[in-house]
């Protein structure tokens, strides 16, 4: 039986982080923006108190891409996200599993965040921090650490948010992880970012050795094909066997301007090298229509969904439209990627592949990389997109002290170079070895003392006023 817990305490506090350059991605260019941390305190049964943590940060318009509403208004959406979901989770107060806690409160959550004009992927974002956070606890309290606590189902997580499955489907994928010694890095070439030349994706300095690119997309068939041309041209001089995927962000209007892509994509001689190293193409379409839009034809490509999983019936509704793959990332939920890891294992098993991809929203050095790193490395995802060590310079406003604490604890991740302790990344790779250890992937937290609290949210139309 999993072990039960008791949540006593919930605190948001905030950093603020400045990037190196600017991302941008989609519709939006981002230059700075706080990180979250959750600190956690609970009572597990049997084994007295613990604390647990997480981190994330807090992104501008990609969980809420509304135009009429500003980059600082949607960061204030997700702190007001947090807010809620402390509040009901507090509200639990009896001893539970800590998967018992996530189901018992993501509805409300969702519905609460509705009523307050928050749309459901940002609404999933409290109760995604504060799992990661409770779930850090627990494994302290049994000094366990993630990938053996996971395969023995410690969460307790079940079926009841996913009835297309069994419970005994969950248990066996979780029973048969073997965790992954390394994750390859996918590095991200930014709308904005240099194509050619010193900085530009082939310099090997700027893309730290990486095997497998990620490649923004703008929306204009025409304007991206010319692009990618460019990039092909750059990557090709790197004379190993390179990968690639596609992220249109949401910006491709419909599935007439997706497919001039993908036309061109199949008979430009300029794309030959792009078009046949692709793995998949992710999010073409936005979110609102995704699930009015079967890809017919188009989904032998290879598409996966993003920005429109936002429920956990995400999957299954966008394997009926052709997709064949979805994201994980942590800040949308860890059950739910491990629920949806399970579900491609089911389904691939009938001969089509179905697939679970490892992409980031700028996981930052230290709990917010290695925990999103260690949920890969358990669900099989063998290469993931990793902008930290990209955009921002190693650990930003982060204390020496701190840093250094995680360089220490984790010599296999991080390194200093001359430049500061940054990602150490081996021939392309990410290493997983020094995760395994009592807590969800990390053995140190963060200087509480040098963090300001979270800023308190403003309703929306304190906002708009």
Not at 195 to 206: I, N, S, T
Request: aromatic share 8%; glycine share 8%; net charge negative.
């Amino acid at each position: 039986m999993s072990p039960r817990l008791k949540l006593r305490d919930i605190a948001f506090f905030e950093r603020p982080v400045q990037f190196a350059r600017p991302f941008r991605f989609g519709a939006v260019t981002i230059n700075a923006t706080p990180q979250l941390f959750v600190r956690v305190e609970i009572e597990v049964e049997g084994r007295g108190i613990a604390v647990g943590a997480s981190a994330e940060l807090l992104v501008p318009k990609w969980f809420d891409k509304r135009p009429e509403l500003s980059p600082t208004q949607t960061v204030d959406g997700l702190r007001r996200s947090l807010d809620i979901a402390r509040g009901l989770y507090l509200a639990r107060t009896g001893f539970l599993t800590a998967f018992d806690l996530h189901a018992s409160c993501i509805g409300a959550q969702v519905v609460t965040c509705a009523k307050k004009n928050i749309p459901a992927l940002a609404a999933a974002y409290g109760p995604a921090e504060i799992d990661k956070a409770i779930l850090d606890a627990l494994l302290r309290a049994l000094e366990t650490n993630f990938f053996d606590g996971m395969a023995g189902n410690v969460a307790g997580i079940d079926a009841r948010l996913s009835p297309d499955l069994k419970e005994a489907d969950l248990t066996a994928f979780l029973a048969s992880r073997k965790p992954l010694l390394r994750v390859a890095i996918r590095h991200t070439v930014g709308l904005d970012d240099t194509v050619e030349g010193e900085g530009g994706v082939a310099d090997a300095h700027e893309n730290a050795g990486a095997n497998y690119f990620k490649l923004k997309l703008s929306g204009d068939p025409a304007a991206d094909a010319a692009r990618l041309a460019r990039i092909g041209k750059e990557l090709d001089t790197l004379g190993r066997a390179y990968k690639v995927t596609l992220d249109a962000n949401e910006q491709y209007a419909d599935l007439a301007a997706l497919q001039a892509l993908i036309d061109q994509l199949g008979r430009e001689p300029t794309l030959r090298s792009i078009s046949s190293r692709l793995l998949y193409i992710e999010q073409p379409l936005p979110r609102d229509i995704t699930r009015q839009s079967p890809l017919g034809l188009l989904a032998a490509r290879g598409f996966i969904v993003d920005e429109a999983d936002d429920s956990y019936d995400a999957f299954p509704a966008a394997r009926a439209l052709g997709y064949h793959g979805i994201s994980s990332k942590s800040c949308k939920g860890l059950y739910k990627s491990i629920v949806n890891a399970t579900r491609a294992a089911k389904w691939s098993a009938g001969g089509e592949k179905f697939f679970v991809t490892g992409e980031d929203l700028t996981c930052q050095a230290g709990l917010a990389v290695q925990q999103d790193l260690a949920l890969s490395a358990f669900i099989g995802v063998t290469h993931a997109e990793r902008n930290g060590h990209h955009y921002v310079d190693g650990f930003g406003e982060t204390p020496t002290a701190e840093a250094q604490a995680f360089a220490a604890a984790h010599p296999d991740l991080y390194a200093d170079a001359g430049q500061g302790i940054r990602l150490s990344i081996h021939d392309g790779d990410l290493l997983t070895g020094s995760l395994h250890v009592a807590g969800f992937a990390t053995s140190v937290h963060p200087d509480w003392s040098a963090l300001r609290p979270l800023e308190q949210p403003k309703s929306l139309r304190e906002q708009l006023a």
